[in-house]
């Protein structure tokens, strides 16, 4: 309607005008978006030129790179799982599988009886690469910028390549390690370093490029679990039955705790407050700057093994009195339990509005989030000792039948890989 009564001549030259200012305005956004990027891009290299840490979050349901899912071992993974969940694929080892899974970039890492540390493609299940130690691995895997690390029952923290599986070296301590190692940066940004427990009583802080104590923590007794890290500071408990924090930067001893009894599971770290069980039956909260107990649960008629999930009102965890519980953060008070027939040693995961483990009933079970009312559950025959790993709308867990499971919502057409 604009264009009657003008001539042919007009018509053009008006059409080749709005077409030039077009590509104009589209020419200078693409630019702008460009210079956008770089500099962003630009930004973020000189952060990392001056040693400028860069975090590590779970946020996109991606990844679960550690026992915990991070280094405060919250144990939530961001995404959401269906309802129900189908074997995707199951892979099988030599021997039980104790050992929790980290899943980063496609790929499953987990540790056998059988000596051996696996990684598998996450879709399919097909392995890609092992290492073998000498000696059963039942501790879980920590991948952090492209490499695993991983204690053996040998006394050894092994570094390999996490997409070859090639040795870059490993660390002699002097006990068993059990528990998983986590991670920091160092003060000045330049290196990572990784801490680990290990039943020669000390908390090790190795150099994840060279494999060289930075230094050593020790304590009273066996380090059982693994050390949590938040706040530049790493809290663990031992077998001496206390609460221990250390400076991340010299290891330097900051507070200690008492709990009551000796301490197996791994603890949970944020905001200044650490929740973990022990084997006197009781759950906690402690206030590392106040260096005290806030609270404490003891209502468990067992032992506590299970480390817990932390979600911002709730701490789940398992007990060896068969129970799952959920209580609030803030004064202890039970939310919900749920019962089921065996042990519950695993660790639960959080993701969306579910929680998942495993029990030594031979089960892996999902229940609401909100009420503890079970979803779902899938019969295997044999413990599940194995803590969950949840990534991409996909639950990764081990089972002492040997086998590493996966489960998703769809079923995959790989089926079972030996």
């Known amino acids: 309607m604009l264009w009657v009564g003008r001539d042919k001549?007009?018509?053009?030259?008006?059409?080749?005008?709005?077409?030039w200012v077009v590509f104009c305005g589209v020419l200078a956004l693409f630019l702008a978006g460009f210079f956008i990027v770089r500099a962003r891009s630009t930004s973020g290299r000189a952060k990392r030129e001056a040693g400028v840490p860069e975090p590590v979050v779970v946020d996109d349901g991606s990844s679960w790179p550690m026992f915990g899912a991070g280094p405060g071992l919250l144990s939530r993974a961001s995404g959401s799982l269906g309802e129900r969940l189908s074997v995707l694929w199951k892979f099988k080892t030599g021997g039980e599988v104790k050992s929790s899974a980290a899943i980063c970039e496609g790929r499953v890492y987990i540790g056998s009886s059988d000596t051996k540390i696996y990684a598998l493609d996450l879709r399919s299940g097909q392995q890609l690469w092992s290492y073998a130690t000498s000696d059963a691995v039942e501790a879980s895997p920590c991948f952090i910028d492209g490499g695993v690390y991983v204690g053996s029952s040998?006394?050894?923290l092994y570094a390999l390549d996490g997409e070859t599986g090639a040795l870059k070296w490993k660390y002699e301590t002097d006990g068993e390690i059990l528990g998983a190692a986590n991670w920091t940066r160092s003060p000045d940004g330049q290196a990572v370093w990784i801490l680990v427990g290990s039943y020669d009583n000390r908390v090790h802080c190795v150099d994840s490029e060279s494999g060289k104590a930075v230094w050593t923590y020790e304590t009273g007794n066996y380090v059982n679990g693994s050390p949590a890290i938040a706040d530049g500071q790493c809290v663990f408990g031992g077998c001496d039955a206390l609460i221990h924090t250390v400076a991340v930067a010299d290891g330097s001893k900051v507070t200690e705790i008492d709990s009551g009894s000796y301490i197996a599971s791994s603890a949970a770290f944020v905001d200044g407050q650490v929740y973990v069980g022990n084997y006197d039956n009781g759950f906690l909260r402690a206030d590392i700057a106040q260096g005290k107990i806030v609270w404490e649960y003891g209502e468990s008629e067992d032992a506590i093994f299970s480390s817990p999930a932390v979600t911002e009102s709730v701490v789940i965890f398992g007990s060896r009195d068969h129970l799952v519980r959920a209580l609030r953060r803030d004064n202890g008070q039970e939310v919900w339990s749920f019962r089921t027939l065996g042990e519950v040693d695993s660790s639960p995961a959080v993701c969306g509005d579910k929680v998942v483990f495993g029990s030594e009933d031979g089960r892996v079970y999902m229940l609401k989030l909100a009420d503890g009312k079970q979803l779902w559950s899938y019969e295997i025959g044999q413990p599940v000792m194995s803590s969950p790993a949840v990534a991409q709308g996909t639950v990764v867990i081990g089972c002492d039948d040997?086998?590493?499971?996966?489960?998703?919502?769809?079923?995959?057409?790989t089926g079972t890989v030996r």
Do not use: C, E, K, N
Not at 9 to 19: A, K, Q
Not at 402 to 413: D, K, N, R, T
């Open 402 to 413: 040997s086998y590493v499971y996966a489960f998703g919502s769809a079923p995959a057409s």
């Open 154 to 156: 040998d006394g050894f």
């Open 9 to 19: 001549w007009t018509v053009l030259m008006t059409t080749r005008t709005t077409i």
